[in-house]
């Protein structure tokens, strides 16, 4: 996969005041920019989460605080930029995007300074009409509309097996608000599948529109293929934080939200060059 895109991260959100224009050319820290002056956004809701699931502000911070957030930025768990974020951590030790500016400082809706967690699980099954058409699971995002993997952010402890399936099952199958379709058959057939792990596709940076200068996504993205007589059977059902659920078939047109296409593509051509999936 080429190295991580950052276009959505210098582009509009709904929630967001327009950003800095950063050109191209100017996207790399070790490049000169006098000229920068990125607007410097936190969502209210993040501020008022200080000490729950975010971070304290940067300025409330003692050096001993500071020193701390550096550490945990550079002991971050498997992350492949972990090194290039040592180089990304500022003078006074704030943290700083590992691809480069945003035209924001600030955490805007995100919680912590430096990464922020994600899990993301590609669901997938061979079209029931069509054996040859990957088709996947995809729910529709509330805030930008945009169609997206049901992935979600890794909680303070949780493990990123744990929120792969947690995600889906709330995301897809909304298991929190109830879902009568739901049966415990199902469901322990659909755990199984989680249990075995899934395939490995991404680990890293995702170009996401709420990235900032001083804070960003990072994800751990794993591909699950269900059998036809499981897939049949799954009663989606769009969780309260997705306006739908539904299966799709894997075009090369398709539009996903931030880095998803990316990482989907992995999965297409893995499944295209490999003997055909068994279903
Ligand atoms: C994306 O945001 C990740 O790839 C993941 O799909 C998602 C997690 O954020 P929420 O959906 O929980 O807002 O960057």
């Known amino acids: 996969m080429s190295k991580a895109s950052h276009v959505r991260a210098r582009s509009a959100h709904p929630h967001y005041p327009p950003r800095f224009t950063v050109e191209n050319a100017k996207v790399l820290w070790q490049i000169s920019c006098k000229e920068y002056e990125p607007v410097s956004f936190t969502h209210p809701t993040v501020v008022q989460a200080a000490g729950k699931w975010a971070d304290p502000d940067f300025e409330s911070l003692d050096d001993a605080s ?3 957030l550096s550490q945990r930025i550079s002991l971050c768990k498997g992350n492949k930029n972990n090194l290039r974020q ?6 006074d030790g704030m943290p700083l995007n590992p691809i480069g500016r945003t035209g ?5 809706l995100l919680g912590r300074y430096g990464p922020n967690y994600a899990a993301d699980p590609i669901v997938t099954r061979v079209h029931p009409e069509d054996t040859n058409v990957l088709q996947m699971v995809v729910i529709t995002r509330r805030d930008t509309g945009e169609d997206a993997i049901p992935g979600g952010m ?3 402890g949780d493990k990123v097996s744990h929120t792969l399936r947690k995600e889906f099952f709330e995301e897809a199958l909304r298991l929190c608000e109830g879902n009568a379709d739901m049966t415990k058959e199902i469901a322990e057939e659909l755990n199984c599948v989680f249990d075995a792990g899934g395939e490995f596709v991404y680990s890293g940076y995702v170009d996401d529109p709420r990235n900032t ?3 960003w996504i990072e994800t751990e993205v794993r591909h699950f293929h269900l059998k036809a007589d499981l897939a049949a059977k799954l009663p989606l059902k769009a969780g309260d934080d997705a306006a739908n659920v539904k299966w799709v078939d894997i075009t090369p047109d398709m539009e996903l939200y931030a880095s998803h296409k990316d990482w989907v593509n992995v999965v297409h051509y893995r499944s295209r060059t490999r003997a055909v999936c068994n279903h």
């Open 66 to 68: 500071r020193f701390a």
């Open 86 to 91: 040592l180089n990304c951590i500022s003078l």
């Open 104 to 108: 924001m400082s600030g955490r805007g």
């Open 154 to 156: 890794v909680e303070l």
């Open 213 to 215: 200068d001083n804070a």
